[in-house]
Structures are given as C-alpha cells and as structure tokens.
C-alpha cells in the first residue's frame, strides 16, 4: 500500500502504523484471554520508547460496532462476522477521520472506522457475505478481492456456499484459493458484456506509435519465418497483436452469412529477449492501422478449486445475443486448476440465449486449464421452438498464444453445442481430455492434441502450421473437419497417429474432411503442406449397418475457384495401416479433381522422357472397401481417382505432377484420367484400373507383387487400361480369372488388357505367372501353352514385338 492508501486508513493525526502493524502480528498475543489485552509497540518517533497499544477481542462484527468505548488507536479482533467461528474472523485498527475506499473497512460512527489489518489473505465471510440464497454475496465477493488487490494480498476461502446474482466484473489481480468452495450462480442475471470474475494484469494495454522509417522496417519485418524483430525488442514481454483494417480476410461462406463477413488481418506474437519472437507468423502485412503492447505479467497468477452451479435460465428470450456468465481472463501466465462446472441439482439448461463460455480467454500468452469438468450448453433441443438460435459454448475467446488444456471434461448428448468456440488461437494445446468439441473457427496455428477423447461435434478447425493429433479417438464423422466456412484449409503439416475415429453416422464419413464452397475466401485454401496418418482404427461399431463411403480424405470437387484462384495441395502425404472395424466395408482413398489447377510449393513437369515430381502419395496397408463388379471405366467406383472434368492442359510446372505408391491394399480400383502420374503398385490384388480413356497415361506405371482380378460387369472394353507413355512394368505378378457380374470367367483371361492366352503380352514383364484357375482351365479345354509364350511372361520388353 502507498502513502496515498494509507491516509485512507489512518489520519494523518493517528498514529503512523503502517510497518509496525506487520511487523507486529496480534496472532502472538498468546495472552489475550478477555475482551481487552495491552501490548507494546515501537513508537515511529523514537528508536526504541515504547507505547501502549489497547487490543479488544469481540465475538463479531456486530459486537464491534455496538463498543462505544473504541478510541482512535485502539486494536480489536472478531471471532466471526455474524456468528463466532463462521470464518469472517479479522483483525482491525480503529481510526479517526473520511476513508476514502470503504473496502476492507466498518463504518463503527461517523468518525471512527475498523480497517482490517495484519492479513496474510482474505476471505469472503471477513467482508459479510451470509451464503443463505438470498443474499447476493456477490457484493462482498467483489469488496474481498478489491482489498486483496490492493494490499497485493490472496483470497483463500477454501469452503462455504455463496450466491451471486447481479454482481458483476469482480476483479481478479492476485492468486486464488477456492479449494472446496461452492458458488451458485442466477442466470437471470447474465450480461451481454460483463462477466461476474475478470483475471487482470496491473498492467494496462499500450498501443505502439512508429516513424515513417521504423514503420517501414517494421513492415519488412513482419513475414512468415520471421523470428527476431529488433525494432519490437523495447516490447519485451508483451503480447503484439498486429491489425490491419483495411485489408479484409476471411470471407464466411454460408447462407446465413452470403459471403458478407469478413475480419481484418491480424498478427499475434509474443516478443522475448532482443525482439525474439515467439509465435509463428502466418500472415505478412503491407501494412497495419493499429499496433497493440498487451503485458506478459512477470508472475503466474493461480486460481485453484471452486464449483460452480449454475440456474440454467436466460436473462433474455431468443434473439441470438451472446450472454457472459463466468470468468474471463485477460492476463498472461494465468493457471485455472481444479474445477467443476455444472447445473444446480435438479435443473435443465433452459436459457434460449447463446453464452461466450464460463472460461473466455482474450489477448493472453501462456494460460494453463487443467482438472476442470464443465458442461457443453444445450442447442439443438427437441423441437425446434426450443432452440438456441446461435451456437452457445463453455470455453471462448481470442488472440490466445501458447494455451494448454489438460485433463479438461466437457461432454455430452447431441443436443449440446460445442464447448469450445475460439477464433485465434495459436500454439494450442489439449492433453487428456475428454470434450465433445475442440473448435477454432478462425486462424487455428499450430494446434497439439494428445491421448484424448473428443465427441460427437468433433475437431472443427482452420488455420495452418502444426496440426499434430497422438493417441486419440473421435467420434464424429469426420476425425478432423476443416470448417467449409472458412475455406475447408489447413495451411501448414498434418501428423496423425495411434488414433481412432468412430463414425456416428450413416451417411459419408472421412478421417480428413478439407471441402469448400466456390468462393473467394480472400486468401488461399489448400489441404495442408505434408500430411502423415499412421496406425489409424476406423471403428464403425457405433453404426454397424452404415453403408456410406468412408474417404481417408474428402475433398472440394474443384481444384481452381470459379473466381479463378488455384487450391494449394501437399507435397508430401502418406497414409500407413489403416483398419476399419465395426463393418466388413473398408475404406476410399482420394477423388482428386483437375489435377492440372493445383497450386503445389515446388515445380514439377513432364517432358515425354521423365515425369518431374513435384507431390509423393503413400498409401500402405489400407483396409479398402470391397467394391462390386462395375463398368471397368468407370471413375466413381474406385478407391483412387484423378478426374480431368474441363480439360488436360496443365497449368504450370505448379500442377500436380504426383508420384503415386500403392502398397498392401487389396481389391484395389483406381482411375487416373489421363493426368500425369508416375505411379508404383505393390502387393494388392488389383480388380479395376484406367490410366487414361483414351491412348495411353502420361508418366509410368510399375506393378510389383500384383494379384490381377478384374472384377466388372460384362462389357466389350478392356477390363485394365494401362498403357503408359513412359512405360508399364510387371514384376512377380499374377493373372487370375476375370469375374464378370461376380462369376469367374477365365475363358475371357484376353480381354484384361495386356496379354492374350498363346498370342502375346503387351508392356514390360519379369516374372508373370497365370493364376492355376486359368491354367487349369485352358488345359480343360485341351491347350497347350507354347513356349514362346511363356518366355514372353517370364521376360518381356515393351521394344519386342508383342505377340508370339
């Protein structure tokens, strides 16, 4: 406390207290045994004289404030503020003359005071809340905090129930101890803009003023990759959050929307020693309209324990307005531990007005919530009377860097809403938890999601950079959705591994769904830069008779905006051992469209010698779906599709230019298009696959370990099309009996493609064998196979003549 807040204690008259009173602790005044004990006391005008000091020991509050005895000076203590032993037990100085802040203060008559003094920490019964539902303790809850403030002093206040209604913005500036504390909450009393708690920094915001020639350096500075801005280096330990007015971003597609909502360009980062930066840049600006310093804090603020149950009502009826209801925090380095949020016993969530989040996090840097349950509110209710207009949710905010959720539990039914809903979240972090969403609408970078379990409203993000996911299961019918209202993107590397994703429904699912809508979102949208899923179980247990296609990835169907601009596509993608359970039908791999509008990172090409490969595909162990028989043609019946819908002329060297790796997945079908691929197929058995519809693909394909089993309707055309202009090669493969309308047909083995029983092969061989069901076939009918025959499956050239 300064000078200043002393005088509102003790006038200037009184005696001067202040140090002598802390080093004094009336807690060792053991002999204390009636209502009035002495002790001495330092005097602040002498080096040792000593003065007396008159301690009075009261039962409580009340009993104070009857003394008429009380002088200026004078010391006194309560057992209890209503009643001995009710926790409101203090200890005050008595002076004389105007308080100036009442808090922590009794008015005894006009002229005499009781401040409390000689506290360690504060509770809320030492400032009269009553905990007996009727009155609002949210009153003397704020004046405790406001005095803990201010002496920079905790609130522990480890048990009791209290109840707050209409009092609001109690704010939070030093650690918390709720331990077993309970707090109800009336809903009734929700506010559109100002939450009940507010955990703050003594710092305020300061916004950042340049020259002309900083401002210009500053600008050079402010790119992606950048990791040391000398010029923000006086902003050590602030948040910057960086805004660009005039340039829009983000368009959100929707009907509700119609394209018309936009947001500013916007940086966040966090500056350490020298202008380090701490926080990948997304975004570069060419300029900015406003510069924001939020402080970092230097200390952790902890806020540990409470329960908090809350009415379920609406303070309004409908109408879409967000309602605060919980604590907000606004300050750096802030840990929340040790929670549970939920209804009051034998209520319903009956508010019909959407709420920010009990938690809000905004402008902070490293935050930590972890051992919290709390509930996702409801939504989507029987009849649609009943709905909540807007998505409401448990967990919101923004412009949050370096967040950790950890062992946080939020689920619930199919009519609850998401629990999280953030837009600007960086550096994100959830591990152990069990939530029925994680959601970032808007600018998700670098998102970490560790041995968790989310709900049936699933992982919906956007952004870019990490987006690692370990030891997972979701239950959703997408594993990841990458929200189509802002572009379906993810711009940076997608890991996923030793994770489950558990369809919920009957119609098409996907473990990556990366789909838009035709528009110009006004930045670029793409499907990530690499992506590896790894050791992947696909349980369709929930929904054992779902026949809907499950992708490993869906897809927009173009892949150059009618506005003109080219979807970004991965250079690297790779997905290993992949099972489905719960159903015998496997899994779909890609339906790639255009593939010549791609816009890749690095070039490719193709020249009529080499395919330059610009994007590598592995697709390894896959649990494929069963496909039955089909037009051998036909490109919506296979497992792998690149479709040419407008035209084969590629764009640039930017194109997809893939090299394409099949290994381990049976029944496999797969329809090219025509586009230009190099492709290698290993140890599948192959039942359909088109190159090119017409002459030959432009690339190479290489088939080693193959069983062929066509697998069609019965047609004139070939079952396999796979001329290649760069050539076609067998290794130790093998030729078994086509099955035209499901029924092997090995009588019609000439019409796979590439050989013809005693007439010859075509492309290159090493190695080819006929399965024994054609063998013994044409021995049934008395043939013999020639040896030329069988020299040219053995060993064959695409320079030899084809035929025997």
């Not at 030793?498 to 789909?515: D, F």
Request: charged share 20%.
């Amino acid at each position: 406390m300064d000078n200043h807040s002393s005088e509102a204690y003790v006038s200037k008259n009184s005696l001067n207290r202040r140090n002598a009173i802390k080093a004094f602790s009336l807690a060792s005044i053991a002999s204390l045994s009636g209502g009035i004990a002495s002790a001495s006391i330092p005097d602040e005008n002498s080096n040792f004289p000593l003065k007396k000091l008159v301690c009075n020991d009261y039962a409580t509050v009340q009993q104070l404030k009857m003394d008429q005895t009380l002088k200026a000076g004078n010391i006194a203590r309560t057992y209890g503020y209503y009643t001995v032993g009710d926790g409101g037990g203090a200890e005050y100085i008595i002076s004389e003359g105007k308080i100036q802040d009442l808090t922590g203060t009794i008015i005894i008559t006009n002229d005499l005071y009781a401040s409390i003094i000689n506290s360690t920490s504060v509770n809320y019964r030492m400032f009269g809340a009553i905990g007996d539902g009727q009155n609002d303790d949210g009153i003397q809850i704020k004046e405790a905090h406001d005095f803990a403030n201010r002496m920079d002093i905790p609130v522990v206040n480890t048990h009791g129930e209290f109840w707050i209604k209409q009092a609001k913005l109690i704010q939070i500036l030093t650690n918390v101890n709720w331990g077993h504390t309970i707090f109800h909450i009336d809903e009734k009393f929700n506010s559109l803009n100002e939450n009940i708690f507010i955990v703050s920094g003594r710092e305020k915001p300061m916004t950042l003023e340049f020259d002309a020639e900083t401002k210009a350096r500053l600008l050079a500075q402010m790119r992606p990759g950048a990791t040391i801005i000398p010029e923000l280096a006086p902003y050590k330990n602030y948040l910057i959050v960086v805004t660009d007015s005039n340039d829009r971003v983000g368009v959100r597609s929707g009907d509700v929307y119609a394209g018309r909502s936009t947001k500013a360009r916007e940086e966040f980062f966090f500056i350490e020693e020298h202008g380090r930066v701490i926080g990948d840049l997304a975004w570069g600006f060419k300029d900015y309209t406003k510069i924001v310093a939020y402080p970092g804090s230097n200390s952790y603020l902890i806020i540990d324990g409470g329960t908090f149950y809350f009415s379920g009502e609406s303070s309004n009826i409908g109408g879409g307005s967000y309602f605060s209801m919980g604590i907000t925090v606004n300050r750096s380095r802030t840990v929340i531990r040790n929670q549970w949020i939920g209804l009051e016993k034998g209520n319903a969530d009956v508010a019909m007005a959407p709420r920010k989040g009990f938690y809000t996090f905004s402008y902070v840097y490293d935050v930590l919530l972890e051992n919290a349950t709390l509930i996702p509110w409801e939504k989507d209710r029987p009849g649609t009377e009943k709905d909540v207009p807007n998505g409401t949710y448990g967990i919101g905010g923004s412009y949050a860097l370096n967040a950790t959720f950890r062992n946080v539990t939020a689920e619930g039914s199919p009519i609850h809403w998401g629990v999280f809903g953030t837009n600007l979240f960086k550096n994100f972090r959830v591990e152990q938890c069990m939530l029925n969403r994680i959601d970032v609408h808007f600018y998700c970078w670098n998102l970490y999601i560790k041995d968790s379990k989310v709900g049936t409203n699933g992982i919906t993000i956007t952004g870019g950079g990490d987006l690692f996911i370990e030891n997972t299961t979701c239950r959703s019918n997408s594993f990841v959705s990458f929200r189509r209202d802002y572009g379906g993107k993810w711009d940076g590397d997608i890991r996923i591994n030793n994770c489950k994703h558990v369809p919920t429904g009957m119609g098409e699912t996907a473990i990556l769904t990366m789909a838009a809508d035709d528009i110009d979102y006004k930045y670029p949208i793409g499907y990530g830069r690499t992506i590896k899923v790894e050791n992947m179980v696909v349980d369709f247990s929930t929904v054992p008779n779902s026949k809907g296609i499950s992708w490993l990835m869906r897809l927009s169907p173009f892949s150059r905006a009618g506005y003109g601009g080219r979807v970004f596509f991965p250079s690297h993608m790779e997905f290993k051992n992949v099972v489905v359970e719960g159903r015998e039908q496997g899994m779909r791999l890609l339906n790639i469209p255009d593939p010549q509008n791609f816009q890749l990172s690095k070039r490719g090409s193709y020249d009529g010698v080499q395919v330059r490969t610009n994007c590598k595909m592995i697709f390894e162990d896959i649990h494929l779906e069963k496909l039955g028989a089909s037009d051998p043609q036909a490109i919506d019946q296979v497992h792998l599709s690149l479709k040419n819908t407008s035209n084969s002329t590629y764009t640039d060297e930017y194109a997809l230019y893939p090299s394409i790796q099949v290994n381990g997945c049976n029944e496999f079908a797969a329809h090219l298009g025509g586009s230009i691929v190099e492709m290698s197929v290993g140890n599948c058995k192959i039942i359909r696959f088109t190159g090119a519809l017409n002459g030959s693909l432009r690339g190479s394909l290489t088939f080693t370990n193959c069983k062929f089993e066509a697998s069609v309707i019965k047609t004139e055309k070939p079952y396999y099309s796979i001329a290649a202009t760069l050539g076609t090669s067998f290794t130790n493969c093998i030729i078994y009996a086509p099955r035209v309308d499901e029924l092997a047909h090995p009588e019609l083995v000439d019409r796979i493609g590439f050989i013809q029983i005693n007439k010859g092969v075509l492309y290159n061989h090493l190695n080819t064998r006929l399965g024994n069901d054609i063998v013994a076939y044409h021995k049934s009918q008395g043939l013999t196979f020639s040896e030329r025959f069988i020299s040219m499956l053995k060993a064959h050239h695409e320079l030899e003549s084809w035929g025997v």
